[in-house]
Protein backbone atom coordinates (compact mmCIF):
# COMPACT_ATOMS: atom_id res chain seq x y z
CA UNK A 1 0.00 0.00 0.00
CA UNK A 2 1.03 3.35 -0.82
CA UNK A 3 2.26 5.70 2.27
CA UNK A 4 4.12 8.46 0.13
CA UNK A 5 2.74 9.57 -3.68
CA UNK A 6 4.34 12.35 -5.74
CA UNK A 7 2.34 13.13 -8.63
CA UNK A 8 3.44 15.57 -11.14
CA UNK A 9 5.81 17.73 -8.94
CA UNK A 10 7.49 20.55 -10.40
CA UNK A 11 9.45 23.20 -8.66
CA UNK A 12 10.70 26.32 -10.08
CA UNK A 13 12.74 29.36 -8.33
CA UNK A 14 12.50 32.92 -9.08
CA UNK A 15 16.31 34.54 -9.19
CA UNK A 16 17.23 38.07 -10.78
CA UNK A 17 19.54 38.11 -13.59
CA UNK A 18 20.06 41.99 -13.25
CA UNK A 19 18.51 44.68 -10.92
CA UNK A 20 15.33 44.85 -13.00
CA UNK A 21 15.15 41.37 -14.27
CA UNK A 22 13.95 38.35 -13.03
CA UNK A 23 13.92 34.65 -14.49
CA UNK A 24 12.55 31.67 -13.64
CA UNK A 25 14.25 28.68 -13.46
CA UNK A 26 12.30 25.44 -13.44
CA UNK A 27 14.39 22.44 -11.69
CA UNK A 28 12.26 19.69 -11.45
CA UNK A 29 9.25 18.88 -13.63
CA UNK A 30 6.88 16.01 -14.19
CA UNK A 31 8.33 14.25 -11.28
CA UNK A 32 6.66 10.80 -10.20
CA UNK A 33 7.38 8.54 -7.35
CA UNK A 34 5.56 6.17 -4.83
CA UNK A 35 6.81 4.94 -1.78
CA UNK A 36 5.37 2.07 -0.33
CA UNK A 37 4.99 0.66 3.01
CA UNK A 38 7.84 -1.82 3.88
CA UNK A 39 9.80 -0.80 1.11
CA UNK A 40 13.14 0.60 0.57
CA UNK A 41 13.09 2.87 -2.81
CA UNK A 42 16.99 3.94 -3.72
CA UNK A 43 16.53 7.38 -5.59
CA UNK A 44 19.45 8.16 -7.66
CA UNK A 45 20.84 10.06 -10.45
CA UNK A 46 23.82 12.72 -11.07
CA UNK A 47 23.90 16.24 -8.48
CA UNK A 48 21.55 18.51 -9.66
CA UNK A 49 18.87 16.00 -10.88
CA UNK A 50 16.22 16.74 -8.01
CA UNK A 51 16.78 14.42 -5.82
CA UNK A 52 17.29 16.58 -2.35
CA UNK A 53 14.79 18.86 -3.58
CA UNK A 54 12.23 16.45 -3.40
CA UNK A 55 12.94 15.39 -0.11
CA UNK A 56 12.60 19.21 0.73
CA UNK A 57 9.28 19.12 -0.98
CA UNK A 58 8.47 16.32 0.88
CA UNK A 59 9.25 17.76 4.10
CA UNK A 60 7.74 21.09 3.51
CA UNK A 61 10.97 22.97 3.78
CA UNK A 62 12.15 24.85 0.56
CA UNK A 63 13.27 28.40 0.30
CA UNK A 64 10.64 31.00 0.32
CA UNK A 65 11.13 31.65 -3.30
CA UNK A 66 10.11 27.89 -4.59
CA UNK A 67 7.20 27.85 -6.49
CA UNK A 68 5.87 24.18 -6.30
CA UNK A 69 2.85 22.11 -8.04
CA UNK A 70 2.20 18.62 -8.64
CA UNK A 71 0.58 16.49 -5.77
CA UNK A 72 1.97 15.09 -2.33
CA UNK A 73 0.21 12.86 -0.41
CA UNK A 74 0.79 10.52 2.86
CA UNK A 75 -1.19 8.05 3.50
CA UNK A 76 -4.02 9.05 0.84
CA UNK A 77 -4.50 12.51 2.37
CA UNK A 78 -2.78 15.19 0.02
CA UNK A 79 -0.01 17.57 2.32
CA UNK A 80 -0.79 21.23 3.04
CA UNK A 81 1.58 22.96 4.53
CA UNK A 82 0.13 22.72 8.05
CA UNK A 83 0.14 19.20 7.87
CA UNK A 84 3.56 18.79 6.51
CA UNK A 85 4.80 20.80 9.54
CA UNK A 86 2.68 18.35 11.66
CA UNK A 87 4.53 15.23 10.30
CA UNK A 88 7.69 16.73 10.10
CA UNK A 89 9.72 15.04 12.58
CA UNK A 90 7.38 12.81 13.98
CA UNK A 91 5.63 10.16 11.30
CA UNK A 92 8.21 11.51 8.46
CA UNK A 93 11.54 12.08 9.15
CA UNK A 94 14.84 12.69 7.51
CA UNK A 95 18.35 12.65 7.82
CA UNK A 96 19.84 15.81 6.26
CA UNK A 97 23.03 15.72 3.82
CA UNK A 98 24.26 18.16 5.54
CA UNK A 99 25.81 17.91 9.42
CA UNK A 100 25.02 21.53 9.86
CA UNK A 101 21.47 20.66 11.38
CA UNK A 102 22.65 19.58 14.34
CA UNK A 103 22.09 22.43 16.76
CA UNK A 104 25.80 23.94 17.59
CA UNK A 105 24.76 24.64 21.31
CA UNK A 106 23.06 21.52 22.25
CA UNK A 107 25.15 18.21 23.27
CA UNK A 108 24.45 15.19 20.43
CA UNK A 109 22.70 13.13 23.53
CA UNK A 110 20.17 15.48 24.11
CA UNK A 111 19.21 16.19 20.60
CA UNK A 112 19.04 12.66 19.65
CA UNK A 113 16.51 12.26 22.39
CA UNK A 114 14.43 14.55 21.98
CA UNK A 115 13.15 13.44 18.62
CA UNK A 116 12.40 10.15 20.47
CA UNK A 117 8.05 10.18 20.55
CA UNK A 118 8.01 6.83 23.14
CA UNK A 119 9.87 4.52 25.47
CA UNK A 120 12.34 6.00 27.07
CA UNK A 121 14.80 8.70 25.59
CA UNK A 122 17.83 7.93 27.25
CA UNK A 123 17.83 4.05 26.61
CA UNK A 124 16.92 4.52 23.19
CA UNK A 125 19.68 7.09 22.17
CA UNK A 126 22.00 4.87 24.00
CA UNK A 127 21.13 1.67 22.06
CA UNK A 128 21.35 3.08 18.75
CA UNK A 129 24.88 5.42 19.43
CA UNK A 130 25.73 1.79 20.13
CA UNK A 131 24.35 -0.23 17.09
CA UNK A 132 26.03 2.37 14.92
CA UNK A 133 29.34 2.55 17.26
CA UNK A 134 29.02 6.09 18.76
CA UNK A 135 31.55 4.81 22.18
CA UNK A 136 30.15 5.96 25.43
CA UNK A 137 30.79 9.65 26.24
CA UNK A 138 30.06 11.09 22.39
CA UNK A 139 26.43 11.70 24.36
CA UNK A 140 27.80 14.04 25.79
CA UNK A 141 29.79 16.26 23.20
CA UNK A 142 28.96 19.07 21.18
CA UNK A 143 28.63 18.85 17.09
CA UNK A 144 31.95 20.83 17.23
CA UNK A 145 33.60 18.28 18.83
CA UNK A 146 32.70 15.37 16.42
CA UNK A 147 34.41 14.05 13.29
CA UNK A 148 32.43 14.38 9.74
CA UNK A 149 31.27 10.72 10.04
CA UNK A 150 30.05 10.76 14.07
CA UNK A 151 27.80 13.70 13.06
CA UNK A 152 26.28 11.60 10.29
CA UNK A 153 26.02 9.27 12.50
CA UNK A 154 24.08 11.23 15.04
CA UNK A 155 21.92 12.44 12.59
CA UNK A 156 21.41 8.61 11.20
CA UNK A 157 20.48 8.23 14.96
CA UNK A 158 17.80 11.12 15.25
CA UNK A 159 15.74 9.31 12.98
CA UNK A 160 15.98 6.02 13.94
CA UNK A 161 14.42 7.20 17.67
CA UNK A 162 11.39 8.98 15.94
CA UNK A 163 9.21 6.33 15.44
CA UNK A 164 8.77 7.91 12.24
CA UNK A 165 6.87 5.61 9.81
CA UNK A 166 8.98 7.25 6.85
CA UNK A 167 12.32 8.37 6.87
CA UNK A 168 14.16 10.04 3.86
CA UNK A 169 17.80 9.74 4.26
CA UNK A 170 19.68 12.21 1.67
CA UNK A 171 23.50 10.95 1.00
CA UNK A 172 23.30 8.65 4.81
CA UNK A 173 26.87 7.22 4.02
CA UNK A 174 29.67 9.38 2.66
CA UNK A 175 32.17 9.64 5.18
CA UNK A 176 31.87 6.31 7.41
CA UNK A 177 33.51 3.47 7.37
CA UNK A 178 32.68 0.23 5.73
CA UNK A 179 31.55 -1.38 8.86
CA UNK A 180 29.44 1.81 9.82
CA UNK A 181 27.93 1.44 6.01
CA UNK A 182 26.56 -1.69 6.57
CA UNK A 183 25.40 -1.10 10.22
CA UNK A 184 23.25 2.19 8.92
CA UNK A 185 21.84 -0.08 6.00
CA UNK A 186 21.15 -2.75 7.64
CA UNK A 187 18.93 -0.56 9.96
CA UNK A 188 17.14 0.41 6.98
CA UNK A 189 16.19 -2.34 6.33
CA UNK A 190 15.11 -3.65 9.76
CA UNK A 191 13.07 -0.13 9.65
CA UNK A 192 11.38 -1.17 6.33
CA UNK A 193 10.38 -4.70 7.50
CA UNK A 194 8.75 -3.41 10.62
CA UNK A 195 5.88 -2.04 7.68
CA UNK A 196 7.63 1.13 7.57
CA UNK A 197 9.63 2.89 4.62
CA UNK A 198 12.78 4.30 3.72
CA UNK A 199 13.57 6.79 0.45
CA UNK A 200 17.36 6.28 0.57
CA UNK A 201 18.29 9.18 -1.53
CA UNK A 202 22.43 8.60 -2.77
CA UNK A 203 25.08 8.37 -5.18
CA UNK A 204 25.99 5.30 -4.30
CA UNK A 205 24.21 2.51 -6.36
CA UNK A 206 26.50 -0.58 -5.12
CA UNK A 207 25.28 -0.29 -1.63
CA UNK A 208 21.49 0.99 -2.54
CA UNK A 209 21.36 -2.39 -4.50
CA UNK A 210 21.91 -4.44 -1.01
CA UNK A 211 18.78 -3.38 0.74
CA UNK A 212 16.91 -1.30 -1.80
CA UNK A 213 13.55 -3.31 -3.34
CA UNK A 214 13.07 -0.39 -6.31
CA UNK A 215 15.12 1.73 -8.00
CA UNK A 216 14.29 5.88 -8.68
CA UNK A 217 16.49 7.15 -11.72
CA UNK A 218 16.44 10.91 -11.73
CA UNK A 219 17.68 12.75 -14.12
CA UNK A 220 17.34 16.79 -15.26
CA UNK A 221 14.64 17.33 -11.72
CA UNK A 222 12.21 14.01 -13.80
CA UNK A 223 11.65 10.79 -13.16
CA UNK A 224 13.42 8.46 -15.57
CA UNK A 225 12.57 5.32 -14.82
CA UNK A 226 11.54 3.11 -11.49
CA UNK A 227 12.93 -0.46 -11.47
CA UNK A 228 12.94 -3.60 -9.07
CA UNK A 229 16.65 -4.04 -7.93
CA UNK A 230 16.72 -7.34 -9.63
CA UNK A 231 16.86 -5.17 -12.91
CA UNK A 232 20.32 -3.71 -12.30
CA UNK A 233 22.60 -6.87 -13.34
CA UNK A 234 24.37 -7.59 -16.33
CA UNK A 235 24.95 -4.63 -19.17
CA UNK A 236 21.50 -3.34 -17.82
CA UNK A 237 19.25 -5.24 -20.20
CA UNK A 238 16.62 -5.50 -18.31
CA UNK A 239 16.28 -1.89 -17.84
CA UNK A 240 13.98 0.50 -19.35
CA UNK A 241 15.53 4.09 -19.83
CA UNK A 242 18.59 4.41 -22.22
CA UNK A 243 19.83 6.85 -19.30
CA UNK A 244 19.59 3.76 -16.51
CA UNK A 245 21.51 1.68 -18.68
CA UNK A 246 24.19 4.16 -19.44
CA UNK A 247 24.27 4.83 -15.59
CA UNK A 248 24.63 1.99 -14.61
CA UNK A 249 27.36 0.83 -17.16
CA UNK A 250 29.52 4.09 -16.39
CA UNK A 251 29.94 1.96 -12.80
CA UNK A 252 33.64 0.91 -12.19
CA UNK A 253 32.43 -2.70 -11.66
CA UNK A 254 30.79 -2.21 -15.17
CA UNK A 255 32.92 -1.49 -17.80
CA UNK A 256 33.17 2.69 -16.55
CA UNK A 257 31.66 3.41 -20.19
CA UNK A 258 31.62 7.54 -20.20
CA UNK A 259 28.16 9.03 -21.06
CA UNK A 260 29.02 11.37 -23.67
CA UNK A 261 28.02 15.21 -23.22
CA UNK A 262 26.52 16.39 -19.96
CA UNK A 263 22.89 17.06 -17.64
CA UNK A 264 21.66 19.95 -19.36
CA UNK A 265 21.27 23.11 -16.51
CA UNK A 266 18.12 24.61 -15.27
CA UNK A 267 17.57 27.33 -17.66
CA UNK A 268 18.63 25.58 -21.07
CA UNK A 269 16.31 22.50 -20.76
CA UNK A 270 16.05 20.35 -24.46
CA UNK A 271 12.65 20.30 -25.91
CA UNK A 272 11.24 16.82 -25.54
CA UNK A 273 12.79 13.90 -23.51
CA UNK A 274 15.09 15.91 -21.33
CA UNK A 275 18.16 13.10 -22.53
CA UNK A 276 17.47 13.21 -26.10
CA UNK A 277 20.64 14.95 -26.65
CA UNK A 278 22.73 12.71 -25.35
CA UNK A 279 20.53 9.58 -26.27
CA UNK A 280 22.16 6.67 -28.36
CA UNK A 281 18.83 5.93 -30.16
CA UNK A 282 17.09 9.06 -30.10
CA UNK A 283 14.47 10.37 -33.10
CA UNK A 284 13.06 13.05 -34.03
CA UNK A 285 10.34 12.86 -32.06
CA UNK A 286 12.11 12.12 -29.23
CA UNK A 287 11.75 15.91 -29.10
CA UNK A 288 8.75 16.70 -29.96
CA UNK A 289 7.04 15.82 -26.09
CA UNK A 290 7.95 15.22 -23.11
CA UNK A 291 6.91 11.37 -22.84
CA UNK A 292 4.63 10.31 -20.26
CA UNK A 293 5.62 7.89 -17.31
CA UNK A 294 4.22 4.97 -18.07
CA UNK A 295 4.20 1.42 -16.96
CA UNK A 296 6.42 -1.19 -18.63
CA UNK A 297 7.43 -5.24 -17.41
CA UNK A 298 6.76 -4.54 -13.62
CA UNK A 299 8.48 -0.99 -12.96
CA UNK A 300 8.23 2.74 -15.16
CA UNK A 301 9.67 4.22 -17.53
CA UNK A 302 9.53 7.63 -19.40
CA UNK A 303 10.46 6.86 -23.20
CA UNK A 304 8.56 6.17 -26.29
CA UNK A 305 10.98 3.51 -27.67
CA UNK A 306 10.96 0.83 -25.02
CA UNK A 307 8.36 -1.94 -25.00
Known sequence: MPILEVEDLSISFKQYTSKWQQETLTVISGLDVVLEEGEILAVVGASGS???????????????????????????????????????????SLIPQSVNYLDPLMRVGKQVRASAKSGDPVTLQRDVFEQLHLQEGVENLY????????????????????????????????????V?????????????????????????IESALTIADKIAVFYAGTTMEIAPVENFKGKGEALRHPYSKALWNALPQNGFTPIPG?????????PGCLFAPRCPIATPACG??????????????????ED
Open 50 to 92: GKSLLAHAILGILPGNAIQSGTIKYKGETLTSARQEELRGSEI
Open 180 to 204: VIKEALKNFRAFADQGCAVMLITHD
Open 288 to 305: EARPEMRELRDGKVRCIH
Open 262 to 270: SQPQSNALP
Open 143 to 178: PFQLSGGMARRTLLSTAMVSGAKVIIADEPTPGLDP
